[in-house]
């Protein structure tokens, strides 16, 4: 093989090779944006207290947008995540004979995919409450919210411990 042959294969290879890491390289990093927000979440609302109020109970499974759980006690919650933006929609309250639905948008904001308490997930966003009947927002019922997450557990055990 040639000299000139040569460089050309070793410069279409190098080509190659930087394609492909490129193309890993933004793969990963759009799926480590939220890799599991399954956990025990304490609530601060308004944000900017230092006491938390609420907890939030949620599940989802690896690769799942869908999220389940429960918000304070006795009120189920049901949402969306997005995996690559890491914004949700939670709604607290669904469960028949509750009047009105608390309805969180929120982003989830993760340092690594680690489960590690290190990793210091957290949300922050905004919420308003819902009549159910009608549909129509609350008066005075919307504000600020943030979260960190005590556990990626959900087991009474864990609860108990965050709560």
């Known amino acids: 093989m040639g000299a000139k042959t040569r460089i050309m294969v070793a410069g279409g ?16 990093v759009g799926a480590a944006a939220v890799p599991s927000i399954t956990g025990v ?6 944000a900017s207290t ?15 947008t869908r999220v389940t759980g429960s918000w ?5 919650l049901v949402g969306t995540v997005s ?5 949700a ?7 028949p004979g509750s009047l009105a ?11 690594s995919n680690s489960t590690a308490q290190t990793n210091h997930p957290t949300f922050r966003g905004t919420f308003d409450a819902v009549t159910r009947a009608t549909g ?13 997450r005590c556990s990626y557990q959900t087991t009474a055990k864990a609860i108990a411990l965050c709560g």
């Open 89 to 95: 929609m939670l709604d607290a309250g669904v469960q």
């Open 101 to 111: 639905t608390k309805n969180f948008t929120v982003k989830f904001v993760f340092m």
């Open 83 to 87: 995996a690559a933006t890491g914004v």
């Open 50 to 64: 230092t006491t938390p109020i609420w907890t939030f109970v949620l599940n989802n499974k690896p690769g799942s």
């Open 13 to 28: 290879v190098c080509a190659l090779s930087v394609g492909a890491s490129l193309s890993l390289l933004s793969g990963a």
């Open 136 to 148: 129509v927002m609350e008066p005075n019922s919307q504000g600020t919210v943030r979260a960190i």
């Open 72 to 76: 304070q006690t006795g009120f189920e």
């Open 41 to 46: 979440w304490l609530g601060y609302s308004p």
